[in-house]
Structures are given as C-alpha cells and as structure tokens.
C-alpha cells in the first residue's frame, strides 16, 4: 500500500501538534494511521493520549552500543527492525512512532541509513502517515522513497506569523523535500484575517481558536477528549475534505 503522507510544519506555537493530532484523529477510521512526532519535543503523544516509551533516537544508541559487541555478521537491519517494532505505540486504526532526539556528535550514519529504510517499509502497512515537524523539518529531508503528498504549513493570523510560514516553505524547497502540493492553514483565527499573500502558499483553510483545545491542554488532556461537533474538530475535517483525503475506500 502506498500510503498518502501529510506533514504538518511550522513556527513552534503556531498549533502544528495540535493540527496534526486532529488530523489523526479524524483519520484513524478508516485508518490505519501512522503517527510520526517528528519533533524532539515529542508531545504528539500526550495530544493523542498515548504513552511513548521509547523513541527512535533511543533505539539508534542502544543498537549503536550493541553493534560494538556483536560479532561480526549480525544484521543490523533485523536488529533495527526488532527494536523499532518495540518503538511503535500501538492503539486502535493508530501506531506512533517518536524520532526523538537527533543525531549527536557521533557518526551514526549507517544506522540512520538503515532507520530510514526499515521506516520506509513500515509506512507501507498505512493508509495515512501524518506527520509532526519539528521547524526545521530536518527529518523530512532525510527521508529515502517516500515523498510528502501535502504540506501544511501552520501560522498563526499575523504578518509575523506569515512571513514565518515563507520561511518554512522556503526551508521546505532548499532541502529538496518533494511535496505534492503545500498548503498555508491559519489556526486559531478568532477575527478578521490579516493579508495571507505574504506566506507565498495558497490558503487551504483556517482553524478558529477553540477555547476547548486550550482547555484541554491547560489541563494537561488529550486532543482525543475534544468532541467531533467542536468548532477545532469540524474546521479539520473540513480542511481534509477540501483535500479529498479520508474518503476513499
Ligand atoms: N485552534 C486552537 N484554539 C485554541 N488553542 C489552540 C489552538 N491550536 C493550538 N492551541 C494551543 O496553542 C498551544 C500551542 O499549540 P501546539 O499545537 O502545541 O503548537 P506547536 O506544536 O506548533 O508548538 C497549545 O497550548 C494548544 O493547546
Ligand atoms: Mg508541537
């Protein structure tokens, strides 16, 4: 199965979490839904109410660590293998995964290589991969075979906030991350909209600010409690309609 691949970016604030945790949960029926926090921060967990005990920047240095000690011939692809199936939180039409932290001043590139590739081969058991970037979206640059169908770009509805999206988009095309279309969404708009030409990206949609999803996160709640009827929840399915994604099949 080739799934359809989302990545959600943005300036750190702007609601990219919270986006990408709504977009999961209004695809994991019809699922299944590969969740990717993409961001060392990793808190897409706790937005979907899932406990990560383990993360692939974890998995790298203790198959690094091990590498030292096997003996020669071990693969290291099943070694990976094993361990990342141990990374992915399970739950219903919803696996997460959670990169972690990125490369240290070691030379990890071998076992970067194979990461990729054995996540690559995972994401083929998906419908969707949603994935949450990190600003710099350093691991959508390094990813190998799969390219990014839809690029959402978040901001918030200030001139600030959209000259902060061009840069993303910008990031985006000089590190030569193949997008099949890119996308600004204005989040939590309580008002009038400011100018949007200035992100350079066409508007797919906006998001109000929705007192229940501060709440929520006030409280330290999953995104999982926000009812499907709430203004949040609607403007996504909304957004996702647009794009004809979560339909099909
Ligand atoms: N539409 C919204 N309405 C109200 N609060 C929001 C909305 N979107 C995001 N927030 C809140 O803004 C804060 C930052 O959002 P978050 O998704 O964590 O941003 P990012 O992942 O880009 O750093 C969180 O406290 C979140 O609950
Ligand atoms: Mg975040």
Same mark, same amino acid.
């Given at each position: 199965?080739?799934? $359809?691949?989302?990545? @959600?970016?943005?300036?750190?604030?702007? !609601?990219?979490?919270?986006?990408?945790?709504?977009?999961? #949960?209004?695809?994991?029926?019809?699922?299944?839904?590969?969740?990717? /926090?993409?961001? *060392?921060?990793?808190?897409?967990?706790?937005?979907?109410?899932?406990?990560?005990?383990?993360?692939?920047? $974890?998995?790298? /240095?203790?198959?690094?660590? #091990?590498?030292?000690?096997?003996? *020669?011939?071990?693969?290291?692809? #099943?070694?990976?293998?094993?361990?990342?199936?141990?990374?992915? @939180?399970? /739950?219903?039409?919803?696996?997460?995964?959670?990169? !972690?932290?990125?490369? &240290?001043?070691?030379? +990890?590139?071998?076992?970067?290589?194979?990461?990729?590739?054995?996540?690559?081969?995972?994401?083929?058991? +998906?419908? +969707?991969? =949603?994935? /949450?970037?990190?600003?710099?979206?350093?691991?959508?640059?390094?990813?190998?075979?799969?390219?990014?169908? =839809?690029?959402?770009?978040?901001?918030?509805?200030?001139?600030?906030?959209?000259?902060?999206?061009?840069?993303?988009?910008?990031?985006?095309?000089?590190?030569?991350?193949?997008?099949?279309?890119?996308?600004?969404?204005?989040?939590?708009?309580?008002?009038?909209?400011?100018?949007?030409?200035?992100? &350079?990206?066409?508007?797919? !949609?906006?998001?109000? +600010?929705?007192? $229940?999803?501060?709440?929520?996160?006030?409280?330290?709640?999953?995104?999982?409690?926000?009812?499907?009827?709430?203004?949040?929840?609607?403007?996504? $399915?909304?957004?996702?309609?647009?794009?004809?994604?979560?339909?099909?099949?």
């Amino acid at each position: 199965m080739k799934p $359809q691949v989302i990545a @959600v970016a943005g300036k750190g604030g702007t !609601g990219k979490t919270t986006l990408a945790a709504l977009i999961i #949960q209004a695809l994991r029926v019809p699922g299944p839904v590969l969740a990717v /926090d993409a961001d *060392p921060n990793c808190n897409l967990g706790e937005a979907l109410g899932l406990k990560v005990e383990r993360t692939i920047g $974890q998995l790298r /240095d203790e198959v690094l660590e #091990q590498i030292s000690e096997l003996p *020669p011939g071990v693969p290291k692809d #099943q070694l990976l293998e094993l361990g990342l199936h141990q990374c992915l @939180v399970e /739950d219903q039409g919803l696996d997460l995964l959670s990169m !972690g932290h990125g490369e &240290g001043p070691r030379c +990890y590139c071998m076992v970067n290589h194979v990461l990729r590739r054995v996540i690559d081969s995972l994401a083929g058991n +998906y419908r +969707y991969v =949603v994935l /949450d970037n990190e600003a710099g979206m350093e691991h959508l640059s390094r990813r190998t075979t799969q390219d990014v169908d =839809v690029l959402l770009v978040v901001a918030e509805p200030t001139p600030v906030s959209l000259r902060a999206a061009r840069r993303i988009k910008d990031i985006a095309e000089d590190l030569g991350i193949r997008v099949g279309k890119k996308f600004l969404v204005i989040n939590r708009v309580r008002g009038e909209l400011p100018q949007v030409e200035e992100s &350079g990206l066409p508007l797919l !949609g906006t998001v109000p +600010y929705d007192p $229940q999803v501060e709440e929520l996160s006030a409280r330290g709640r999953p995104l999982a409690g926000l009812p499907p009827e709430s203004p949040a929840s609607r403007a996504v $399915q909304g957004l996702l309609g647009k794009l004809s994604i979560g339909k099909e099949g």
